[in-house]
């Protein structure tokens, strides 16, 4: 019996769910199937709604106990920054008077602009680690081209961006090849993971 | 013709898809015992052992399923990092420790938690189970970086493994990783974070690659049909492609 609802019916439920969208997608003519699509991604919305709510409540869990065991003081400070934001924003839905847009104008964006900032540090230590760590034709390909595309960028003088654009519009084509393999073999991985997921080959949902 | 093709483009590639798999399937189970060749992919042979080392060493392994959910255009990249942390998770049922797992979405927090649970209860030791394995420290890409940040800072972490959706934040996770002289194992589909990453760590799986996690490492017979189904799709469309660029020259 407990096989039933935790193996049988989430791959019959996926499996039947699955079916309905691809058809509703393949053959958009038929209205019923768009109109059950609409209502399967109802129900999928109110269900990502509740996983929210539970995985804030794990969020606080996970940063108490990291402070309780002495793991980071950090956490102290997010499980009070959470619980502050969150009561604030409940408070805001109510009585509407601007503190979310105040949170994210005066907390979210400044932070996570520093952060932002921090990467481009991080990302030229990484170029020279990189220079350090493997001494190859490929790692003097991928440096160049880096300098190449961040002066052409912001050129320095228009007779620099005159030289340099050419050999910009070399590099973003060779760019653009790979790119575009990538994303084929990305659309074929998504495939066949989707193939696999709606036949049951894999059940990420069920035992 | 050109409007049914782009109007039923992806029907049709479901099709030969779904016939090829089908085809390798009945094929590769009829010659059992000769499974058939892929190229080497030497970031999988890194994944081997590695919990054994933890479990050797009392220190942990983290693994990152990135900053996707299982409800949109994401899914199947969570559910290709997934795999990795599932096959860990299976070498370590039985001495009842878990990876650690973590990602920015609610969602994926919960099914990792499921694929962490399933090989304990395979082994029939789901007592051992460490509940909360699958970790959500932030919700978010930017505060989810910087939480793991921390959490490589600061936890007795061996590895740090990374597949998944991410974006251009990997680079901040990559320097904390680097601050710690972590080995790494990193899988995106995204372009920018494989660019970032590419200059930090040899173990790379790039794109297609981290789809194949599962045939790779289980090496199961449907796994397998699938994935020689995609090299053979992937030929059809390269080939599609010549053709389409010599008739479009000869035009």
Request: charged content about 15%; aromatic content about 8%.
């Amino acid at each position: 019996m407990r096989r039933i609802f935790t193996s049988v019916a989430p791959t019959v439920i996926t499996g039947i769910a699955g079916f309905l969208v691809l058809l509703s997608f393949v053959l958009p003519q038929v209205e019923v199937l768009v109109g059950l699509r609409a209502i399967l991604i109802n129900i999928a919305i109110i269900v990502a709604s509740i996983a929210l709510l539970l995985g804030f409540a794990r969020l606080l869990n996970l940063h108490w106990l990291r402070f309780r065991q002495r793991r980071s003081r950090v956490s102290l400070i997010a499980l009070f920054t959470a619980v502050v934001v969150f009561v604030v924003l409940v408070i805001d839905r109510f009585s509407n008077f601007g503190a979310a847009a105040f949170v994210f104008n005066v907390l979210i964006v400044p932070i996570q602009g520093s952060l932002g900032a921090l990467l481009t540090i991080f990302l030229a230590a990484a170029a020279v680690r990189m220079a350090r760590r493997r001494r190859t034709w490929g790692t003097v390909w991928f440096l160049v081209s880096a300098v190449i595309v961040l002066i052409t960028q912001i050129p320095p003088t228009e007779g620099a961006a005159n030289i340099l654009q050419p050999i910009r519009d070399l590099f973003n084509a060779l760019a653009m090849g790979g790119l575009r393999g990538l994303l084929l073999g990305v659309a074929l991985g998504t495939l066949a993971v989707a193939f696999r997921v709606l036949f049951a080959i894999d059940r990420p949902q069920s035992e | 013709m050109n409007d049914f093709i782009a109007a039923y483009a992806g029907l049709i590639l479901l099709i030969l898809f779904g016939a090829l798999l089908s085809v390798f399937f009945a094929t590769f189970s009829r010659f059992g015992r000769k499974r058939p060749h892929f190229r080497a992919i030497p970031a999988f042979g890194m994944l081997r052992g590695q919990m054994g080392r933890a479990i050797e060493s009392g220190r942990d392994l983290h693994v990152s399923i990135g900053t996707g959910g299982i409800s949109g255009d994401d899914t199947a990249t969570t559910l290709a990092g997934l795999a990795v942390a599932e096959y860990l998770a299976e070498e370590a049922a039985a001495s009842g420790i878990a990876p650690i797992v973590s990602t920015s979405d609610a969602t994926s927090a919960i099914v990792a938690e499921d694929a962490l649970r399933r090989p304990y209860v395979r082994q029939g030791n789901l007592g051992d189970f460490p509940r909360g394995a699958a970790r959500l420290p932030a919700l978010g890409p930017v505060p989810y970086a910087a939480a793991t940040m921390d959490l490589l800072n600061h936890d007795p972490v061996l590895t740090n493994i990374m597949s998944g959706t991410f974006g251009a934040e990997a680079a901040l996770i990559d320097q904390a990783a680097n601050n710690n002289d972590l080995p790494q194992l990193f899988g995106a589909a995204d372009p920018r974070a494989l660019a970032v990453m590419a200059t930090s760590t040899d173990h790379l799986l790039v794109g297609e690659e981290m789809y194949a996690a599962k045939a790779y490492l289980r090496a199961q017979l449907p796994h397998l049909a699938s994935l020689r189904a995609a090299d053979v799709v992937r030929i059809v469309i390269v080939i599609l492609i010549v053709l389409a660029f010599v008739a479009g020259l000869l035009k």
